[in-house]
């Protein structure tokens, strides 16, 4: 036990009994414990949005066993079983901003709570804690949210799911579309939700330096299977020849070409500096 | 995903899938009208044997086509019942009140089936085989004429198409918002009325925005590429009309004159 969620031997049918019938996943075994901070890879159609939608029982398994909280999630799940995991599940999709339809930016972050059964004041509290720390001043909450800059609309949206304090964060390519500083700032933010209060995050990504800057774990879904689901310093060294480096990797492999060969695959900046120090000292 | 045949296009190499789409449009027009004027079982027969023979010709199964007919089953069933139920001629079986269930009745409400399903059918064969974009230059094809009256064809046709262009991509944006607002709580169709009114507001107004910026983007994006509404353009996708069209409204036509000559007058 202890898995806050548990996928076995899972398959996802697209479309079955008809001619446009699509096998999206196919024996997914998949077990995270709390407070784990873990990337989904592959490429586009290998089934990282399917998957992350069997989360929160947007949709349900065609075949196989998934179970958030050791309750199960199938198409028979009582209502309220569902919505009891959905708020606990938080679900940030790509563009969130998307999402965005109150009069003002208030509205629109307390409507998450309210649904999940908070007091009007008690949803209101959550929402202006919230904001404020995704870092939306306070005179913006009376704006329409329409009237906001892209970036800030994206963390008003995301502000809206973390307004309900979710266990579990699952994002889809939360950073797509925004500059650099933009994206360093909800990375930022997902990090801190993830050491401060051990919440799970489960999070899409093409870039394969969030994999190896943030993340303990990541999993390689290719074709709709696992292909591999490891450390990230073990997952760099193993698929070094099929998938894009991040960049302290790359440098290793820089360093590798001229002769000086690291004692270990740094994953960030920070370890990839120490361990040229370390090399440099030793020569001298 | 369980609305995918109706109005859907599966993509094929048949006979009829090959055909011209603005005979196709014509065809089921004409079809749709003889079904109207149908009114005894010979003629409903005969219409029902030529349906039969475009399922062949499309290489249409019977599976997809009672899954085509099924969204339409309730109102098909209620417009049965109210036959059945309140026609008055004929031999009476049954009767509570002013409700009777009579042999005309009866006969009645079996061709009125018939009809809605010939006519689903129809229109289900004519989807199924032809691309949107092929109805789209089918239909510019078939208002052409009206460019005389000074009505601007070519720009209701690009309308057309663009309207088709988009109902997938905005099919597709509905589905992500609903599961966002779902992940937010919101369980559509529950709740008090003030509760259902702000669901359904969580959709439609994103919906709205949505079709407000692409709008905005197409037209930079038409703008930029040296659109002009009223040039004379050509077309990269041709269709020929062939010997087999001809055939094909002939064939029509000729069905049309017989289920006029086999009406019970
Ligand atoms: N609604 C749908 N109907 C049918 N097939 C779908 C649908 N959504 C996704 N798919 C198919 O399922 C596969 C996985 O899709 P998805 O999970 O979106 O992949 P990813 O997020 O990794 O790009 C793709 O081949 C895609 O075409
Ligand atoms: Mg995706």
Redesign the interface.
């Known amino acids: 036990m202890d898995y806050q969620i548990n996928l076995n031997n899972v398959d996802y049918l697209y479309a079955p009994n008809t001619p446009f019938v699509h096998l999206a996943l196919h024996g997914i075994n998949l077990k995270v414990k709390k407070g784990e901070f873990l990337t989904i890879i592959g490429s586009t159609g290998s089934g990282k949005s399917t998957l992350i939608k069997l989360l929160n029982g947007l949709q349900t398994a065609t075949r196989g066993i998934v179970e958030i909280n050791g309750i199960e999630l199938n198409s028979k799940t009582k209502k309220k079983n569902l919505q009891e995991i959905r708020s606990q599940v938080g679900m940030i999709f790509q563009s969130p901003e998307k999402q965005l339809f109150a009069d003002t930016v208030l509205d629109d972050v307390s409507f998450g709570p309210l649904n999940f059964g908070y007091s009007k004041k008690e949803s209101e509290t959550l929402a202006k804690k919230t904001l404020l720390s995704v870092g939306i001043k306070s005179e913006l909450f009376n704006r329409s949210p329409f009237e906001l800059s892209g970036g800030q609309m994206r963390r008003v949206a995301i502000a809206g799911v973390l307004a309900m304090q979710p266990q579990v964060l699952v994002l889809d390519e939360p950073t797509v579309g925004l500059d650099a500083n933009g994206k360093k700032n909800i990375l930022e933010l997902i990090k801190k939700l993830n050491v401060k209060n051990k919440t799970t995050i489960i999070m899409v990504t093409h870039d394969m330096n969030v994999v190896s800057e943030y993340s303990n774990r990541v999993v390689y879904l290719n074709k709709g299977q696992v292909q591999a689901d490891i450390i990230p310093k073990q997952f760099f060294a193993d698929y070094q020849d099929t998938v894009i480096l991040p960049d302290a990797v790359k440098m290793y492999k820089l360093l590798k070409q001229h002769g000086i060969v690291l004692d270990e695959l740094p994953m960030t900046k920070n370890e990839l500096i120490k361990l040229i120090m370390q090399k440099s000292k030793m020569v001298r | 995903?369980n609305h995918?045949?109706f109005g859907s296009y599966?993509p094929g190499n048949s006979f009829i899938h090959r055909l011209n789409p603005a005979l196709k449009i014509l065809a089921v027009l004409l079809l749709i009208t003889w079904t109207l004027f149908a009114n005894n079982w010979l003629n409903y027969g005969l219409l029902a044997i030529f349906i039969l023979l475009q399922l062949i010709l499309s290489a249409t199964s019977v599976k997809?086509v009672f899954?085509a007919i099924r969204p339409f089953l309730w109102l098909i069933m209620f417009t049965v019942l109210i036959q059945i139920l309140f026609g008055n001629q004929g031999t009476i079986y049954w009767q509570w009140g002013p409700i009777k269930i009579t042999s005309v009745g009866l006969e009645m409400a079996v061709l009125i089936f018939i009809r809605f399903t010939l006519i689903i059918i129809e229109a289900t064969i004519l989807t199924l085989t032809t691309s949107p974009n092929a109805i789209a230059t089918g239909v510019e094809y078939l208002i052409s004429p009206l460019k005389y009256l000074g009505v601007p064809v070519a720009t209701i046709s690009i309308m057309i198409s663009i309207a088709l262009r988009f109902i997938p991509t905005l099919v597709d944006?509905l589905h992500?918002?609903m599961?966002?607002?779902?992940?937010?709580?919101?369980?559509f169709g529950?709740g008090g009325i003030i509760k259902r009114v702000k669901s359904i507001?969580?959709?439609i107004?994103?919906i709205l925005?949505?079709s407000f910026r692409h709008a905005d983007n197409l037209a930079d994006a038409l703008s930029a590429s040296g659109y002009e509404a009223n040039a004379t353009r050509s077309s990269y996708q041709q269709f020929h009309w062939t010997i087999f069209d001809t055939l094909c409204l002939v064939v029509v036509l000729i069905l049309g004159i017989l289920v006029i000559l086999m009406r019970k007058i």
């Open positions: 995903m995918v045949v599966l997809t899954r944006e992500t918002i599961n966002a607002q779902k992940s937010r709580g919101v369980s529950s507001c969580s959709l107004i994103p925005v949505s």
